[in-house]
């Protein structure tokens, strides 16, 4: 069962009290959305387009969970703060 990445995204930005924002656009009639994660050190972004508003969400949520999640890796095997 997979978990919604905007739903996931969400749950991880409660918990380490990070903002998350998303930005919608049209071009051509075709929904882009702009995710975008603010940590204490780091800002982390991605755009994705889709059929629907929802598609476009949930890829853009996809895309910038992924960043984030390998800057908390990084950090936790090296000790390097980027966040």
Known sequence: LDV??????????GRKAYSVTYTLTHEDRVPSVVAEVLTRGAAYKASRTGLTKLDAKKLAA??????????????SQTGVQVL
């Open 4 to 13: 919604d990445p905007v739903k996931e995204l969400q749950e991880l930005c």
């Open 62 to 75: 996809k895309a910038v969970l992924r960043e984030v999640k390998a800057a908390e890796a990084y950090i």
